[in-house]
Nanobody, 119 residues
Framework: QVQLVESGGGLVQAGGSLRLSCAAS????????MGWLRQAPGKERETVAV????????QYVLSVKGRFTISRDNAKNTVYLQMNSLEPEDTAVYYC????????????WGQGTQVTVSS
């Protein structure tokens, strides 16, 4: 099965930037669409961004459009989330996961990385 490890989270002031990385095991990484999700205390889990297998197509939740960029490097088995102009509302645990395009659900979650944005 696919194993995912997120990194790059931390504490940043509003307006700052962070780059999250998700390293995947195995040589079949390029077969999977991927996504970043987040969950904040008291809030529902939210899909932040998704990216196609080749990286040629991306989608974002409205609240992060223009600020976040999802990308992938299939040669490195890694997906990234560049987060700019961070806001306190972005504070959450961020997870990467494999997107099952047949069901529209996410599988093979990573352990998550905490992002905290101070005002």
């Amino acid at each position: 099965q696919v194993q995912l490890v997120e990194s790059g989270g931390g504490l940043v002031q509003a307006g700052g930037s962070l780059r999250l990385s998700c390293a995947a095991s195995g040589r079949t990484f390029s077969r999977y669409a991927m996504g970043w999700l987040r969950q904040a205390p008291g809030k529902e889990r939210e899909t932040v961004a998704v990216i196609s297998k080749s990286g040629g197509s991306t989608q974002y939740v409205l609240s992060v459009k223009g600020r976040f960029t999802i990308s992938r490097d299939n040669a490195k088995n890694t997906v990234y989330l560049q987060m700019n102009s961070l806001e306190p509302e972005d504070t959450a645990v961020y997870y990467c996961a494999v997107l099952d395009q047949g069901t529209g659900t996410f599988d093979y979650w990573g352990q998550g990385t905490q992002v905290t944005v101070s005002s």
